[in-house]
T-cell receptor, first 112, second 112 residues
Framework: GQQLNQSPQSMFIQEGEDVSMNCTSS?????WLWYKQDPGEGPVLLIALYKAGELTSNGRLTAQFGITRKDSFLNISASIPSDVGIYFCAGKPGGGADGLTFGKGTHLIIQP | DTGVSQDPRHKITKRGQNVTFRCDPI?????LYWYRQTLGQGPEFLTY????????KSRLLSDRFSAERPKGSFSTLEIQRTEQGDSAMYLCASGRVVNEQYFGPGTRLTVT
């Protein structure tokens, strides 16, 4: 089945640093979504991408839909303590299937 | 817009018992999804409804699992004869646009 490889698995950074994480797939996706999940809560949608090459921002977050349609990137600029959490990429294949395939997440830890 | 709600938030049950979870989607969202998430993993798709019709089911949805959305609003997920391997967070999501899914806080199931 389809799998998403998300990296890095975890990141330890200083407050104020920029963060980059990515997601790659063995197959093509028509939509890429990025979510953030806090402990004991459901994932919160951050950014949705619909076209290959698309670059979309949401405040300090920027995400890109890769040209090959097999990857996506999320950048966070000037990290702050509330950015701590687990970030998931999710992809939606074409062909009418509506369920999302998720990566295993990137655990972001910010050191003061 | 009050968001997706799920009930209960936590459920502890003994192996072999049946459990039922409820999801109330964001009002006017006709699409409703169920996912399962285990520790250290991303959510895994279980099933999807458009209005009251169940349009997609994952192979993860064994015969012991059944989901309904009788009036096209709230949904229930029932697990019969629970097993220890069923212990997980069960997440519900809803959406109006085909490519966006908004998650609820989840129901954490522990099977002893």
């Amino acid at each position: 089945g389809q799998q998403l490889n998300q990296s890095p698995q975890s990141m330890f950074i200083q407050e104020g640093e920029d963060v980059s994480m990515n997601c790659t797939s063995s197959s093509i996706f028509n939509t890429w979504l990025w979510y953030k999940q806090d402990p004991g809560e459901g994932p919160v949608l951050l950014i949705a991408l619909y076209k290959a090459g698309e670059l979309t921002s949401n405040g300090r977050l920027t995400a890109q839909f890769g040209i090959t349609r097999k990857d996506s990137f999320l950048n966070i600029s000037a990290s702050i303590p509330s950015d701590v959490g687990i970030y998931f990429c999710a992809g939606k294949p074409g062909g009418g299937a509506d369920g999302l395939t998720f990566g295993k997440g990137t655990h972001l830890i910010i050191q003061p | 817009d009050t968001g997706v709600s799920q009930d209960p938030r936590h459920k502890i049950t003994k192996r072999g018992q049946n459990v039922t979870f409820r999801c109330d989607p964001i009002s006017e969202h006709n699409r409703l999804y169920w996912y399962r998430q285990t520790l250290g993993q991303g959510p895994e798709f279980l099933t999807y409804f458009q209005n009251e019709a169940q349009l997609e089911k994952s192979r993860l949805l064994s015969d012991r699992f059944s989901a309904e959305r009788p009036k096209g609003s709230f949904s229930t997920l029932e697990i019969q004869r629970t097993e220890q391997g069923d212990s997980a967070m069960y997440l519900c999501a809803s959406g109006r646009v085909v490519n966006e899914q908004y998650f609820g806080p989840g129901t954490r199931l522990t099977v002893t």
